[in-house]
């Protein structure tokens, strides 16, 4: 159990950053993990019986859930891990639509392609999670395509 969080932390520090990864595990008492039967290594990651992280087995890394991306976006200044898109979007983006890059405003300028990015609308509500496709000068200079591929809409729509 030791050696899973410490793993997981790891993980987290070098995916996400030093200060998200002490919001993820701020209480690691109620920090608990689910492995996989048939390999033994770490599948998920639960805070309080709430999803926080799922470990990609393809690549090592974490995949970020709903609620741990309302905790980094309340606790962590915008724009960091983050993009921002005009509310005009914010219901289709909710439903699982993937981002344009002509609907965002603002986005991290240290994310890479294939990094984990959470969507949310200019007051900060997060909408969603997903994966950039494209780098960060690429997204802010074209009007066309697909800048994030959103695996998770947060369905609270009125579409």
Known sequence: MLFALRKAKAISDYQFGQPITDILFED?????????KNTGKI????????????????NGFFTLSLFSADKIAKNIPSPKLRAVVMSEVSDFIRIGRNVFCKHIIEID???RPLDEVIVVNQEN???????????????????????IKVRKGNNKSKL
């Open 125 to 147: 509500e997060t909408l969603a999670i997903g994966k950039l496709m494209i780098p960060v000068p690429y997204v802010q200079s074209f009007k066309t395509g697909v800048a």
């Open 109 to 111: 300028e240290n994310l």
């Open 43 to 58: 599948k998920h990651v639960y805070y309080k019986n709430n999803l926080i992280l799922n470990l990609r087995p393809t």
């Open 28 to 36: 690691e008492n109620e920090i608990h993990f689910e492995f996989s």
